[in-house]
Nanobody, 121 residues
Framework: QVQLVESGGGLVQTGGSLRLSCAHSRSIFSSNAMGWYRQAPGKQRELVARITSGGNTNYADSVKGRFTISRDDAKNTVYLQMNSLKPEDTAVYYC???????????????WGQGTQVTVSS
């Protein structure tokens, strides 16, 4: 069973930075897209950023220009660099393997524990 372990969250002030990491237990991800998602209290989980196996990236409009997703397949790890953080970025952040099924991207694995990001105003 592949396990995803997110880390790097914490409490920061508005304008601060954090770097999240997602480590996975098997090296199957080099051929798959990886996504970072977040879920704020009372809201649905939403995609923050995705990176394909070829390195193509896409971002939610709310984080464009502030967040950067990257991957290191040799280390079985995907990262999310978050700069210029805002209070509305407060959420639990999760990663997952994403696969294009038909016309939609679908997270494939059971969600991990996530990592809490809290941005104070």
């Amino acid at each position: 069973q592949v396990q995803l372990v997110e880390s790097g969250g914490g409490l920061v002030q508005t304008g601060g930075s954090l770097r999240l990491s997602c480590a996975h237990s098997r090296s199957i991800f080099s051929s798959n897209a990886m996504g970072w998602y977040r879920q704020a209290p009372g809201k649905q989980r939403e995609l923050v950023a995705r990176i394909t196996s070829g390195g193509n990236t896409n971002y939610a409009d709310s984080v464009k220009g502030r967040f950067t997703i990257s991957r290191d397949d040799a280390k079985n790890t995907v990262y999310l660099q978050m700069n210029s953080l805002k209070p509305e970025d407060t959420a639990v952040y999760y990663c997952n393997v994403d696969r294009l099924i038909g016309a939609s991207w679908t997270p494939l694995l059971q969600w991990g524990q996530g990592t809490q990001v809290t941005v104070s105003s």
